[in-house]
């Protein structure tokens, strides 16, 4: 868990990324935006990547909070799978659609820092997982490991290809159609 002073660093260095792009902001510039001297925001962080993983570090801690609060509200499995959809991937996505910088940190991020992306990635996986591990069996047509992480990775396919929200909701609609008859195939 962060503290508030970093909080309030990367809350500060988000704003001046979906602003002015990722790659164009340096540290001077958000330890002005903050009036802070630059010694004081290299005690914090020690360079912009860790910036950005703190950014995601707080992104991943509230998706959590998130799923902690709604996934028991999720009764069925399509719900279930919707739900962590929701948070991790259709939300962020909502929220960055609209900003040509947000859409490029989403869509490069992985590119520029790709340690950062992999390990959020890795998370969404491990959240399908857990919700997939209870409904599913030993006579599986695919492992639970193996579909967990096919979904995760479908999920960087569907937000790179689609233009708008909704889009993204049509097509994670059908990943989860696809996925709920995967399981129900064998149940």
Same mark, same amino acid.
């Given at each position: 868990?962060?503290?508030?002073?970093?909080?309030?660093?990367?809350?500060?260095?988000?704003?001046?990324?979906?602003?002015?792009?990722?790659?164009?902001?340096?540290?001077?510039?958000?330890?002005?935006?903050?009036?802070?001297?630059?010694? $004081?925001?290299?005690?914090?962080?020690?360079?912009?990547?860790?910036?950005?993983?703190?950014?995601? $570090?707080?992104?991943?801690?509230?998706?959590?909070?998130?799923?902690?609060? @709604?996934?028991?509200?999720?009764?069925?499995?399509?719900?279930?799978?919707?739900?962590?959809?929701?948070?991790?991937?259709?939300?962020?996505?909502?929220?960055a659609i609209g900003?040509?910088?947000?859409?490029?940190?989403?869509?490069?991020?992985? $590119?520029?820092?790709?340690?950062?992306?992999? @390990?959020?990635?890795?998370?969404?996986?491990?959240?399908?997982?857990?919700?997939?591990?209870?409904?599913?069996?030993?006579?599986?047509?695919?492992?639970? @490991?193996?579909?967990?992480?096919?979904?995760?990775?479908?999920?960087?396919?569907?937000k790179a290809s689609?233009? $708008?929200?909704?889009?993204?909701?049509?097509?994670?609609?059908?990943?989860?159609?696809?996925?709920?008859?995967?399981?129900?195939? @064998?149940?």
């Amino acid at each position: 868990m962060m503290d508030n002073k970093q909080a309030q660093i990367i809350r500060s260095a988000q704003r001046l990324f979906l602003k002015h792009g990722y790659l164009k902001v340096s540290m001077s510039d958000i330890a002005e935006e903050l009036e802070i001297s630059r010694p $004081t925001l290299y005690k914090s962080f020690a360079n912009k990547e860790a910036v950005l993983d703190g950014l995601l $570090t707080l992104h991943v801690e509230e998706c959590r909070a998130e799923v902690q609060l @709604r996934l028991p509200k999720a009764r069925t499995f399509p719900k279930k799978l919707q739900t962590i959809f929701d948070i991790w991937v259709i939300e962020p996505f909502a929220m960055a659609i609209g900003n040509e910088n947000g859409r490029d940190l989403m869509l490069n991020g992985s $590119t520029y820092y790709p340690l950062v992306f992999e @390990r959020t990635y890795q998370l969404i996986q491990d959240e399908l997982q857990s919700v997939i591990e209870g409904e599913v069996d030993s006579k599986s047509l695919i492992p639970v @490991r193996d579909l967990s992480q096919l979904l995760s990775l479908s999920v960087k396919g569907l937000k790179a290809s689609a233009q $708008t929200e909704e889009d993204l909701r049509r097509l994670v609609k059908g990943l989860i159609v696809m996925t709920t008859a995967v399981i129900e195939k @064998r149940g």
